[in-house]
DNA sequence: CGGTAGAATATTTTT
DNA sequence: TATTCTACCG
């Protein structure tokens, strides 16, 4: 899919500003690259310039935002150095980078080098133990919800230290009801740490921290890493942007590469005003701009820049295309999603099987449950399609539940791996059993591993049967330790033989079981070949799964693209379609409230709409299935801003076939008509930023308009009152300016 | 303790 | 709708 781009790029000759970015080498460097600038191109020629000129490979760091990238640029670095030493760059993603670096500096942050890696749902799932083991109302408490505000919080650099002295948010937790959040918070970063595991969040905060408290640590990473790049600056969050400023300190050639209009990852953290600060917090920054876009048509850069001009934050650019003028933009209104999936696929359709490859199409969609809709449509036409995304591979239970045991024979502290397979195959422990051992294990401050092998054992009430289970277990466990050293391929084998995963999944007849196996087949292939390579222990099989969890389709079949807007990031296709334009789906609901969120989701669709260089079709559908029942819905706010002199605006087609949609018309009609009724409620006269008067509350400015469940309601800041949310309906107020 | 049926909940996005 | 969680009975 980037070929297409590398080709085009390889035969055009560097732009003024493209080599002026890459030969500066010295200092703190910003270079801001739109859509389809040949940033890659940039990175690589700039790493290979450095090592050009003299320097080692060893020192520089370059960091990516996926370990794929990082891949492919050391690939292009050598091609272009021809120097065997590029293998030495540090390069890779920060996770995965600074993973490396506790490893070799673990016994100074309390940890040992094998620890292991907590993904999002080991770190929900204990979260929901803890939440559980307090005895707090769930309904308030929801595991989800604590986890991502834990995670902000790290990602913030609010440990839970700091979290105590924070009067704020400490006061934030008690208005809405979770005045215990706090005790949760550091319950789970204790349970992490006597576990020796990390979470994604740790890597970094941890790295900052040993960073902070050893300065002799950090000035040896300052001495080592004299040049240091970073690719997509405007998704990084505080945590990444501390630990850079303190390894740049010292020799201050820290290269930051990235488009603010493109940052698009904020719900994990990503602070985009560390792109847009870049300048204020270092000195001397030498800036590039890459604003010629090579990719695309006129039409569509110039379609992009209509709509990005509506977001306030940001670094002034002009991009800009030499390509072709192009095809204007289609823009298609449908019925149903069902209707939007059937003819984007007669779309294509037509197009493959005149002058196009099925490679050339990607659809592109907000949520990764709107791919339902598109495959039917493709399906029905015999169009080969691939799903990019979902649920990877690594994250299938079947697999999951292997990974555990490998985990633990790594890392026997590994509770939640413990926690996951003591009973699976089910041998007897159940969870009262585990409840009770867990009891002893907090009694006695140590891990669940730690108990079940030694006598505190003998101290918990359990029948004789029971402890007997437990005593079998532990010694299948030691024997599963014993290959540690073994080869990966063996020690799996071992694993799924000896605990009965595989004769389970055999004897049982439910049909699902067979894809299980067949994954499981896949494991061991891919353990197989990993087995083949330098460094092949186990922990660092673990580690490469637990980072880098993209498996590479090996056939080079054709087919059409479906993916997340997300995961377009960085790629470009020929024909894009961008579906499911509707407010409430894109944007989200939960952005449309808010501003900042809103700017986001506009970025979003302007990566979007940037990933195509040929043509770009936007939809939307005025029904919807969603949650299992049809929501009328309303075409996006971003439609209504797009420039439309770049648009080429498609009824939809009248003799359509409705009759084979199977939707209940009935429910349909009822659904729009209650709709109406309440848009006449709507006051049209009101704007955020307008001043209003309260009969109660007195003066107020409008901060928001949320009219996402129905009804209109505003947001007020009072000067007296704080903020208040009013239904407009009902609310007494005037209009001042 | 184990299995299952029915409830509850979710749809943003992921290293 | 699809998935995951909880409560209850055997």
Not at 263 to 277: E, K, V
Not at 338 to 360: F, P, Q, V, W, Y
Not at 415 to 443: F, H, M, S, V
Not at 605 to 631: D, E, H, M
């Amino acid at each position: 899919m980037s070929n297409n781009h590398s080709n085009q790029i390889k035969s055009q000759t560097l732009n003024s500003q493209q080599i002026a970015a890459i030969q500066c080498t010295e200092g703190p460097v910003m270079i801001i690259a739109g859509p389809g600038s040949g940033k890659t191109r940039v990175i690589t020629e700039r790493i290979a310039h450095l090592m050009k000129i003299g320097v080692n490979a060893e020192n520089i760091l370059a960091l990516t935002f996926t370990n794929k990238a990082a891949k492919e640029m050391v690939k292009r670095i050598h091609d272009i150095t021809n120097n065997h030493t590029t293998f030495e760059i540090w390069m890779g993603t920060f996770h995965s980078i600074f993973a490396r670096i506790l490893r070799a500096e673990a016994a100074t942050i309390g940890h040992t080098s094998n620890f292991t890696i907590y993904d999002n749902e080991d770190s929900v799932k204990l979260v929901r133990q803890i939440i559980n083991d307090f005895n707090l109302d769930k309904e308030f408490y929801d595991a989800k919800y604590i986890f991502s505000r834990i995670s902000f919080m790290k990602n913030n650099l609010l440990g839970p230290i700091k979290y105590e002295k924070h009067l704020e948010l400490l006061e934030e937790d008690n208005r809405k009801n979770k005045p215990e959040f706090l005790k949760i918070y550091t319950k789970y970063c204790m349970l992490c740490q006597q576990s020796n595991c990390l979470d994604f969040d740790d890597l970094l905060i941890k790295t900052n921290e040993l960073f902070l408290q050893h300065p002799q640590i950090l000035q040896s990473y300052q001495n080592q890493f004299q040049y240091i790049l970073i690719d997509e600056y405007q998704d990084t969050n505080k945590a990444q942007d501390s630990i850079i400023k303190q390894i740049g300190f010292k020799h201050q050639n820290v290269c930051v590469v990235g488009d603010d209009s493109q940052s698009i990852y904020s719900f994990r953290g990503a602070n985009i005003n560390n792109i847009l600060n870049f300048k204020k917090v270092y000195t001397n920054v030498k800036e590039f701009k890459l604003e010629r876009n090579y990719r695309s048509t006129q039409n569509i850069v110039n379609v992009a820049n209509s709509l990005i001009a509506y977001n306030k934050h940001k670094i002034e650019k002009t991009i800009f295309s030499e390509n072709q003028v192009g095809e204007k933009i289609n823009l298609i209104e449908f019925k149903n999603g069902r209707e939007e999936g059937d003819k984007i696929a007669l779309i294509i359709g037509n197009l493959i099987t005149t002058h196009t490859k099925k490679s050339d199409h990607a659809i592109l969609y907000r949520t990764n449950s709107q791919s339902k809709m598109i495959e039917d449509g493709l399906r029905k036409r015999g169009i080969d399609y691939k799903i990019f995304g979902g649920l990877s591979f690594y994250q299938r239970k079947e697999i999951k539940d292997i990974m555990a045991y490998l985990k633990l024979i790594v890392n026997h502290n590994d509770t939640q791996a413990l926690i996951r397979i003591i009973n699976y195959p089910t041998r007897g422990i159940g969870t009262t059993t585990i409840n009770k051992i867990r009891d002893k294990a907090e009694e006695e401050n140590k891990t669940i591993w730690e108990t079940i092998d030694s006598t505190h054992l003998d101290n918990i009430k359990i029948t004789s049967a029971t402890k007997n289970k437990i005593l079998e277990f532990k010694n299948m466990l030691k024997e599963l330790f014993e290959c540690i050293n073994h080869n990966i391929f063996d020690t799996i084998e071992q694993v799924s033989e000896k605990t009965g995963i595989i004769s389970k999944l055999k004897n049982d007849p439910n049909p699902e079981n067979h894809n299980r196996l067949e994954n499981i087949g896949e494991l061991f292939n891919s353990a197989k070949l990993f087995s083949m390579k330098k460094n092949s222990s186990l922990i660092n099989f673990i580690n490469e799964i637990s980072l880098d969890e993209q498996v590479e389709s090996k056939n080079n079949k054709e087919y059409i693209s479906l993916m997340t807007i997300h995961q377009s990031k960085g790629l470009e296709y020929p024909y894009v379609y961008i579906v499911g334009l509707e407010n409430g789906l894109f944007p989200s609901q939960k952005s449309m409230k808010q501003q900042i969120l809103l700017e986001e989701e506009r970025r979003l669709l302007y990566v979007a709409i940037t990933r195509g260089a040929q043509k770009v079709t936007l939809s939307y559908a005025l029904n919807r299935f969603r949650f299992g029942s049809i929501t009328q819905a309303e075409k996006s706010l971003f439609l209504d801003e797009i420039n439309y002199l770049f648009v080429n605006k498609l009824r939809k087609q009248k003799n359509y076939n409705t009759s084979k949609l199977k939707i209940p018309v009935i429910n349909n009609q009822r659904l729009i008509k209650i709709k109406k009724d309440e848009r006449e409620n709507y006051r049209k006269d009101i704007k955020i930023g307008l001043i209003i008067t309260h009969n109660i509350f007195g003066k107020g400015e409008i901060i928001n308009i949320d009219i996402s469940d129905g009804n209109q309601k505003i947001t007020v800041n009072f000067i007296d009152y704080g903020t208040k949310i009013l239904l407009t309906k009902f609310a007494k107020f005037k209009i001042i300016t």
